[in-house]
């Protein structure tokens, strides 16, 4: 009798019940698993913004570690929180069960994008999402918020002076949270971050019995078309979770269509553009994100990310 798989996840409510689901489909199919939690940066380090922890791998490291280490044999992530180049000895074996990728716009009672007042406060810890609400509405103020998603909700209620607070959609449904949102934004407002919404399962490099285990139930061709493509873009511009890169992708067929976007934090300055092509795996998909983004660095994306950055952007 093989030995159960162990899968790596974060402790917080989101991660576990991502775990879970890759674990059901895994029981389903006859294979004995056996969760490990194990605390990431992002988790421990909760009174300074993402942004100023100062890491691509925040939520992600210590899983990395452990599966180096042989302490379990694969573990389960969101994808946007995922770098997208692995970690030396480490594979993305897959990809899938991806759920709606919008940002909603969540407040303490029904709450529309045209509903926000003038001069309101929303609060989110995404530069991303931050750039992109000052970009359509300069007026509002932006505050700081960290912690779970049932840890931010409460916050919002708790709150006297936040309007609203942005999160995943995908996150909410998942936790049972559907109900609060308010709006799920369109994407001429607020486009997601690569990824967003679809969960990745990591494995060692060469362990192909890990590997064959979770792509045989999470991977979705599709899906990885659409998040190479996504991913691709962000690799070229050197971003990571914490940059203010938005993008998605919509897969027919073969045929890939991206549309990308880089927003100064102030919102002022913006370069977006959109790409369509045939691909045919990850490669080539990540190949249309990577076009796309090299015509947006001349058009305007180097500069808003050299301020952002204390190192160059690449002149690729």
Same mark, same amino acid.
């Given at each position: 009798?093989?030995?159960?798989? &162990?899968?790596?996840?974060?402790?917080?409510?989101?991660?576990?019940?991502?775990?879970?689901?890759? &674990?059901?489909?895994?029981?389903?199919?006859?294979?004995?698993?056996?969760?490990?939690?194990?605390?990431?940066?992002?988790?421990?380090?909760?009174?300074?913004?993402?942004?100023?922890?100062?890491?691509?791998?925040?939520?992600?490291?210590?899983?990395?570690?452990?599966?180096? /280490?042989?302490?379990?044999?694969?573990?389960?992530?969101?994808?946007?929180?995922?770098?997208?180049?692995?970690?030396?000895? #480490?594979?993305?074996?897959?990809?899938? #069960?991806?759920?709606?990728?919008?940002?909603?716009?969540?407040?303490?009672?029904?709450?529309?994008?045209?509903? *926000?007042?003038?001069?309101?406060?929303?609060?989110?810890?995404?530069?991303?999402?931050?750039?992109?609400?000052?970009?359509?509405?300069?007026?509002?103020?932006?505050?700081?918020?960290?912690?779970?998603?049932?840890?931010?909700?409460?916050?919002?209620?708790?709150?006297?002076?936040?309007?609203?607070?942005?999160?995943?959609?995908? $996150?909410?449904? =998942?936790? $049972?949270? $559907?109900?609060?949102?308010?709006?799920?934004?369109?994407?001429?407002?607020?486009?997601?971050?690569?990824?967003?919404?679809?969960?990745?399962?990591?494995? =060692?490099?060469?362990?192909?019995?890990?590997? +064959?285990?979770?792509?045989?139930?999470?991977?979705?061709?599709?899906?990885?078309?659409?998040?190479?493509? +996504?991913?691709?873009?962000?690799?070229?511009? +050197?971003?990571?979770?914490?940059?203010?890169?938005?993008?998605?992708? /919509?897969?027919?067929?073969?045929?890939?269509?991206?549309?990308?976007?880089?927003?100064?934090?102030?919102?002022?300055?913006?370069? +977006?553009?959109?790409?369509?092509?045939?691909?045919?795996?990850?490669?080539?998909?990540?190949? *249309?994100?990577?076009?796309?983004?090299?015509?947006?660095?001349?058009?305007?994306?180097? /500069?808003?990310?050299?301020? *952002?950055?204390?190192?160059?952007?690449?002149?690729?």
């Amino acid at each position: 009798m093989s030995a159960p798989l &162990r899968i790596g996840t974060r402790g917080s409510a989101l991660a576990l019940w991502q775990t879970e689901r890759v &674990r059901a489909l895994l029981a389903e199919r006859g294979i004995a698993t056996e969760r490990l939690e194990i605390k990431t940066t992002g988790d421990v380090v909760l009174d300074r913004p993402l942004s100023q922890i100062g890491s691509k791998a925040l939520f992600t490291k210590q899983l990395d570690d452990a599966m180096l /280490e042989g302490r379990i044999d694969a573990a389960v992530h969101s994808l946007k929180d995922l770098p997208t180049e692995m970690p030396d000895g #480490l594979a993305l074996a897959a990809v899938g #069960l991806r759920e709606d990728p919008r940002d909603a716009l969540v407040g303490r009672g029904p709450t529309r994008w045209q509903d *926000i007042p003038p001069d309101a406060t929303i609060a989110t810890s995404s530069l991303r999402r931050r750039a992109q609400l000052l970009r359509a509405r300069p007026d509002l103020t932006i505050d700081d918020i960290r912690g779970n998603v049932d840890t931010r909700l409460a916050k919002l209620d708790r709150s006297a002076t936040w309007a609203a607070i942005m999160l995943a959609s995908a $996150g909410l449904e =998942r936790l $049972g949270f $559907g109900a609060r949102i308010g709006e799920r934004l369109p994407f001429d407002v607020m486009l997601p971050a690569p990824g967003q919404g679809a969960l990745a399962v990591t494995v =060692r490099d060469g362990d192909a019995r890990s590997a +064959e285990l979770v792509r045989a139930v999470v991977h979705d061709p599709r899906v990885s078309l659409a998040v190479s493509a +996504e991913r691709g873009f962000l690799n070229h511009l +050197e971003g990571g979770c914490q940059v203010p890169v938005a993008a998605h992708a /919509e897969v027919e067929g073969s045929l890939v269509r991206l549309h990308g976007r880089v927003v100064s934090l102030d919102g002022r300055q913006m370069a +977006e553009g959109h790409l369509a092509g045939e691909a045919t795996d990850a490669a080539s998909a990540a190949a *249309i994100g990577a076009a796309l983004a090299a015509r947006l660095l001349g058009e305007g994306a180097r /500069e808003i990310l050299a301020a *952002i950055r204390p190192t160059p952007v690449p002149g690729r």
